[in-house]
């Protein structure tokens, strides 16, 4: 398992310069994305918005262990498009985040590398304009235990610098923590010795 537990991000969308080449235009834009429904959804919008345009090419990567990813030129030859946009993700090292390049077509051929070139620049120029965060990778854990514990287990929290996402407080109390990806190991040790409580790693 990877040590690395941070990621490069976008938090809102974007959009970039427009790029000309012989009468067609690109126009780059990069949004923030969890799963592919919401590329889905992002990429019709588009379409509405942009429905004289001739080609909407796009690329995007989901992910932080495990990163998936996909490329589409849209009716572009092959490798024109896509590829070179998620040439650019690649290059700004950045994930949870899907590239759109729209084009209006101007009449004139590109050919394969005037393509690559356009939609590369476009993809880039929506990038540099993009503010890029660093997040980290955190493992949700799921904490059980009687009410008569919680000060021994609130002592470890806040010893820890653990942030409670969801509590439930009856007699049997229930914490959702997170902890950052390089500390969960240790962090589970320390309340499975407490031996008051039930400790399950959850998903987010």
């Not at 990621?7 to 000309?20: A, R, S």
């Not at 589409?72 to 590239?99: C, K, R, Y």
């Not at 759109?100 to 476009?122: D, E, H, P, Q, W």
Request: proline share 2%.
């Amino acid at each position: 398992m990877s040590n690395i537990d941070t990621y490069n991000t976008i938090e809102k969308p974007f959009v970039g310069e427009i790029f000309k080449d012989r009468g067609s235009k690109f126009l780059g834009f990069a949004f923030p994305v969890s799963n592919e429904n919401q590329v889905k959804e992002f990429i019709n919008k588009l379409k509405l918005d942009h429905h004289k345009a001739r080609h909407w090419c796009y690329a995007w990567k989901i992910g932080r262990d495990t990163i998936r990813f996909r490329a589409n030129d849209d009716g572009e030859p092959s490798n024109s498009a896509g590829q070179p946009i998620l040439g650019q993700l690649v290059s700004f090292d950045i994930t949870n985040t899907l590239v759109v390049v729209v084009r209006y077509f101007g009449g004139t051929k590109l050919g394969v590398g005037g393509l690559i070139t356009a939609y590369r620049t476009s993809a880039k120029y929506v990038l540099e304009e993009a503010k890029i965060v660093e997040k980290t990778i955190d493992i949700y854990f799921e904490l059980t235990f009687e009410y008569e514990f919680l000060d021994k287990v609130m002592r470890v929290i806040k010893e820890c610098n653990l942030r409670i996402n969801h509590q439930v407080m009856e007699m049997n109390c229930v914490f959702e923590i997170s902890v950052r990806k390089k500390d969960a190991v240790a962090i589970k040790t320390t309340f499975e010795n407490l031996r008051c409580l039930q400790i399950k790693e959850i998903e987010e």
